[in-house]
């Protein structure tokens, strides 16, 4: 409940963020994941072909907003790791169940110009409904990671923008948000 709390908290506070507009992207090189956690199946690729044709309208934020994908999560976050931009939820989605058709949040990032750019998109789960201190759940065959800052569990998948630190990771080197209204530092 406090979680739910915080959620509708931040989205009043960041509630007067101005409307942005964005230019269409192509998906990013989209390689899966190397190690011993590799997944190389046709239910990844699958999957991940499934989230960019899902995704792929909400390069034009209006269509995001006009989807349900409205209400402002964060400003744009940055930190010593990366970026990770702008997070805009659909608060319907956000009901502890996970479908690779239905990311909870999308992530985008300012340009110069005032446009917001579709770089990722964000899985989560509050710990409301996926304890702390259960084992991670699982999407694209990634455990997701515990974020106590926000008492959820977070998944992103950098989709429309290539990142060196990997599809998965939370961070992106290449995601900047100098050009961002309102900037979030985290560490």
């Not at 209006?62 to 999560?73: M, N, Q, Y």
């Not at 106590?148 to 990142?163: C, R």
Request: aromatic share 10%; with cysteine.
């Amino acid at each position: 409940m406090r979680r739910i709390a915080r959620l509708l908290a931040a989205i009043a506070v960041l509630s007067g963020c101005r409307d942005e507009q964005i230019t269409t992207t192509t998906p990013a090189q989209v390689k899966p994941p190397t190690g011993p956690a590799d997944v190389r199946s046709t239910t990844l690729n699958d999957d991940l072909a499934t989230l960019i044709r899902v995704t792929t309208p909400f390069q034009q934020f209006e269509k995001a907003k006009r989807a349900g994908w409205s209400a402002p999560i964060t400003p744009c976050m940055s930190g010593p790791e990366g970026g990770m931009g702008f997070h805009y939820g659909n608060t319907t989605l956000i009901d502890g169940s996970l479908r690779v058709d239905e990311p909870e949040l999308l992530l985008y990032e300012p340009d110069s110009n005032g446009r917001l750019h579709l770089v990722a998109v964000e899985y989560i789960v509050p710990y409301t409904f996926h304890s702390r201190s259960a084992a991670p759940p699982v999407l694209f065959g990634q455990q997701f990671k515990q974020n106590d800052t926000f008492q959820l569990w977070g998944l992103h998948v950098w989709i429309w923008k290539a990142n060196p630190r990997g599809l998965f990771a939370p961070w992106n080197p290449q995601v900047s948000c100098a050009n961002g209204t309102m900037t979030a530092m985290s560490h």
